[in-house]
């Protein structure tokens, strides 16, 4: 039994020791099964560690934004049952979906020009949905791997008649962003905290990598304030880190650690109307 103790964890961790014995630089074991929502137009379900999320890619037909009369549209979102996140603060959901979001939009990852049917008029917009089905810690880098997976999976959408339907190419991608959260506790630097370690940080750090030399969007959570001469080593560490993540990406390079367990249920994914998609 893990006992929930902040002060525990910044002893161990004084020490250079973790709850569960890993290296503080050290991710959990990671399993990844691609598509496994039906509803979906593609879906990623990640594990790290007890955090197990899934997220899934829908479309829907819509009027452009006034200030964007030549773009589609990008909505993300997070789902959850409330006891899942009774140990984080209120209304979190709503900040780690904006940092889902600014990565995707700062990296460009989506051409929304792409997703414009006709100027001013008719085009694409993109829902992105995740849901938390067990939460232990790390949420951005499980749901990021997971939506960045996704779409790299999804064929693109086009209109006929007023309904969407998918080609048989995949979704143009320019960039695929990974972000990285480094946690400082008692002045030690760690990645891939369990909810535990999530209450003992000064502060995380979290950075969307486009790869090792280029970043497109940060984040600082915690209270504790980072030293301009912490920022080298935070970045240095996230660059490798990067490396790990983005390997799950590509199947063919790791097989062994990408699993399918053809037992295991998922919730379904509700049809459009939208934007309050949720998997149940």
């Known amino acids: 039994m893990r006992i929930s103790s902040p002060n525990l964890v910044k002893n161990l961790v004084s020490k250079g020791t973790r709850l569960e014995g890993r290296d503080f630089l050290e991710y959990r074991n990671i399993k990844v099964e691609l598509n496994p929502v039906d509803k979906a137009e593609g879906s990623c379900y990640v594990e790290m560690g007890d955090t197990k999320v899934i997220v899934g890619v829908k479309f ?29 603060e209120k209304n979190i959901d709503i900040e780690f979906s904006r940092v889902i979001d600014r990565s995707i939009r700062e990296s ?29 810690g790390n949420l951005v880098d499980a749901l990021n791997l997971a939506a960045v997976k996704a779409l790299k999976n999804t064929k693109m959408p086009k209109i006929e008649k007023g309904e969407i339907v998918l080609t048989d190419q995949n979704i ?97 994914m509700p049809a459009l109307p939208r934007p309050n998609l949720s998997f149940i």
């Open 172 to 268: 143009k991608l320019n960039h695929l962003p990974i972000m990285v959260t480094i946690s400082s506790i008692e002045g030690n630097y760690m990645v891939d905290l369990n909810k535990t370690e999530e209450k003992a940080i000064d502060y995380s750090f979290i950075v969307s990598f486009l790869n090792e030399n280029e970043t497109c969007a940060m984040q600082k959570m915690g209270t504790g304030g980072i030293k301009s001469s912490e920022l080298k080593k935070l970045m240095e560490i996230g660059k490798e880190k990067q490396k790990e993540l983005r390997k799950f990406l590509f199947n063919s390079q790791f097989k062994k650690q990408i699993t399918s367990q053809s037992n295991r249920t998922f919730p379904t």
């Open 60 to 88: 829907g037909v819509m009027e452009p934004y006034p200030d964007t009369p030549n773009e589609g549209g990008l909505v993300v979102s997070l789902n959850y049952v409330p006891i899942v996140f009774q140990d984080l």
């Open 108 to 136: 460009n990852m989506l051409n929304m020009e792409d997703f414009c049917v006709t100027k001013g008029e008719k085009a694409i917009q993109v829902f992105i949905d995740g849901y938390v089905l067990n939460y232990d």
